[in-house]
Nanobody
Framework: VQLQASGGGLVHPGGSLTLSCEAS?????????MGWFRQAPGKEREFVAV????????SYADSVKGRFTISRDGIKRMVHLQMNNLKPEDTAVYYC??????????????????WGQGTQVTVSS
């Protein structure tokens, strides 16, 4: 599957953005977990949020809990990340990814593949 992320940009602290990730036609997502991860300059890629495609079960990193919401659209084959009350520490390149295996609910970077190209989110005044 090929994943295309979009929606990044420059926003002031306290602002909102919605990221979207589209799975290519023919790409298999049923039974997988879809995730958003981010990587800031000089830091390792880290987990942000994941959602199981079939059940819609979601998990969040503590740093974004209560501010970010992950969702999926089965018809459009898209995954969204609604980000509210953004902080400067949320600045990073955000990537969407698909779990390597079906039936495994994970938030570990190593358990994901098919990384999209990333979209830059900058939170600055």
């Amino acid at each position: 599957v090929q994943l295309q992320a979009s929606g990044g940009g420059l926003v002031h602290p306290g602002g909102s953005l919605t990221l979207s990730c589209e799975a290519s036609r023919g790409g298999f997502v049923s039974g997988h977990v879809m995730g958003w991860f981010r990587q800031a300059p000089g830091k390792e890629r880290e987990f942000v949020a994941v959602i199981s495609w079939n059940e819609g079960s979601a998990s969040y990193a503590d740093s974004v809990k209560g501010r970010f919401t992950i969702s999926r659209d089965g018809i459009k084959r898209m995954v969204h990340l609604q980000m509210n009350n953004l902080k400067p520490e949320d600045t990073a390149v955000y990537y969407c990814a698909r779990s390597l295996r079906t039936g495994t609910y994970s938030s570990t970077v190593a358990d994901f593949g098919s990384w999209g190209q990333g979209t830059q989110v900058t939170v600055s005044s």
